[in-house]
């Protein structure tokens, strides 16, 4: 006897709806971090061996950039993190790993790249998920800027730490609040969420506690974009899995109250 099946067949826009919602799906189950590797750790993670690996601190916000963009794109099975002490390095990461010996890094196909920003724009490039830069060009332009201006951001706020930091940032802060103003089509500097929102994320999340609990100043008094946007950047999962306990951050910083940003690579 012979049986009928229907087959349905699902549309291109269907399928990546689906992909979607796995994707969704992965954000609201926990990740279970594996642990900090130091300088007791005496053997490197088998090096070249088709596996992806994103090399990561988790305090360091340059490491917490590329870790939110490969949680957002749904990258977790795909690329494995690996953990490392910035303070007790294993003497193989520079040396078998990343000559730099910052974080984060990324091995994939037979080589170990680095930079931040480089390795943000790595994943838009060479990976599957969702797309976090737009097509539309002027947004595209505007990335560009906003992205270029991120080290200036950071410099001008870490060395105002020798100064009068409430002073010597407001012009920092208040042209973020200009870049929020350009779009209106969502809360975020492209208008919907993108790799600009997800490079600015770990600095501004550290200067906002740092200035409430050292100098009590809110950076978002008098610039309500940057407050709505820290709001909304917060119900990102892909970001907030990623965040180092506020507390043991502020801890840090204070400790090192006077390092610029490199001694957190």
């Known amino acids: 006897m012979k049986t009928k099946f229907d087959i349905k067949v699902y549309s291109v826009e269907e399928f990546k709806l689906f992909l979607d919602g796995i994707r969704k799906l992965k954000l609201f189950v926990k990740e279970d ?106 947004k595209r332009q505007f990335a560009e800027e906003l992205l270029e201006y991120t080290d200036t951001f950071n410099k001008t706020v870490f060395t105002s730490f020798k100064g009068d930091p409430v002073k010597e940032t407001g012009s920092a802060f208040d042209y973020l609040e200009t870049a929020l103003n350009k779009f209106e089509d969502g809360p975020f500097f492209l208008g919907q969420f993108s790799l600009v929102d997800i490079a600015y994320a770990p600095f501004i999340a550290t200067f906002q506690l740092i200035f409430q609990d050292v100098w009590k100043y809110d950076i978002t008094a008098g610039r309500p974009k940057l407050g709505a946007w820290i709001e909304e950047i917060n119900k990102i999962d892909a970001y907030t899995q990623t965040k180092y306990d506020p507390a043991k951050l502020v801890e840090t910083y204070k400790k090192r109250f006077l390092v610029v940003p490199h001694a957190f690579y």
């Open 33 to 138: 971090l594996p642990p900090t590797l130091d300088s007791t750790s005496l053997e490197p993670p088998p090096l070249f061996d088709g596996t992806t690996r994103l090399y990561i601190a988790y305090i360091c916000p340059y490491a917490q950039r590329v870790w939110t963009a490969r949680n957002y794109k749904g990258l977790q099975d795909e690329i494995k993190l690996v953990a490392i002490d910035l303070g007790s390095k294993p003497t193989w990461y520079k040396e078998k790993v990343y000559l730099e010996s910052k974080v984060p890094s990324l091995e994939h196909n037979n080589k170990v790249i680095g930079e931040s920003l480089d390795l943000l724009k790595y994943l838009e490039d060479n990976f599957e998920g969702p797309k976090l830069l737009p097509n539309d060009p002027s």
